[in-house]
């Protein structure tokens, strides 16, 4: 559930759509606050703003934290806990809600160690536009061909591996049915996820 972040209460209210707060006899707009990635290889971060609602980042997709501020109010995002096997920095961390949501927080993770490639091979595809992905990227499936994804991931890091897309022409559901998941090490390309149409 969506909650409201406190903040002093600006004499104008802004145009939109409006979220209404108990006791103060007013109604108010609320944004949120999110970013992106510049780099990222392993899963595990975890991010809170104000010193609250951590949110655990897995995958290289943009973020946003569940709850809404009002304008006027501070907002300052840190880094709770680094990822496996790689060291975060955050800029555009802190700033004073205006009217729009924040949505330009980055962050950009260096390796501290080394990084491997995780893989996938499809059987029975027999139709086009099987996708799957790590997180990270998406890669089309060819059936009997193992396909690499292009960036290593931090050794030490839990990886996951899923379908994203099912072929079509003919029509068919694929799913990963070993090697899925794990952590990364030097082996992972050596071992590659399956994933089996039917």
């Known amino acids: 559930m969506i909650s409201l972040a406190s903040a002093q209460l600006p004499r104008q209210m802004p145009p939109g759509p409006v979220l209404s707060r108990p006791g103060l006899g007013n109604r108010l707009r609320g ?57 975060c920095t955050l800029s555009s961390n802190k700033g004073v809600i205006g ?25 029975g595809a027999k139709g086009s536009g099987l996708v799957v992905t790590d997180g990270f990227a998406q890669l089309f499936g060819t059936s009997g061909q193992v396909a690499a994804f292009p960036w290593g991931l ?27 998941s794990g952590i990364v090490d030097q082996s992972s390309i050596l071992h590659p996820a399956q994933v089996v149409c039917r």
């Open 31 to 87: 944004y949120t606050v999110g970013g992106g990635f510049s780099i990222i290889l392993g899963a595990g971060l975890v991010l809170e703003v104000n010193g609250t609602a951590p949110i655990t980042i897995n995958s290289s997709a943009p973020f946003r934290f569940p709850m809404l501020f009002f304008p006027g109010a501070h907002y300052d995002v840190e880094i709770k806990t680094q990822p496996h096997g790689q060291f």
């Open 99 to 123: 009217n729009h949501d924040v949505t330009d927080v980055s962050v950009a993770c260096n390796l501290t160690g080394r990084a491997f490639q995780v893989s996938f091979v499809s059987t």
């Open 154 to 180: 931090a050794e030490g890091s839990p990886y996951s591996i899923w379908v994203v897309t099912q072929p079509t022409n003919p029509a068919q559901t694929c799913s990963v049915v070993a090697n899925g």
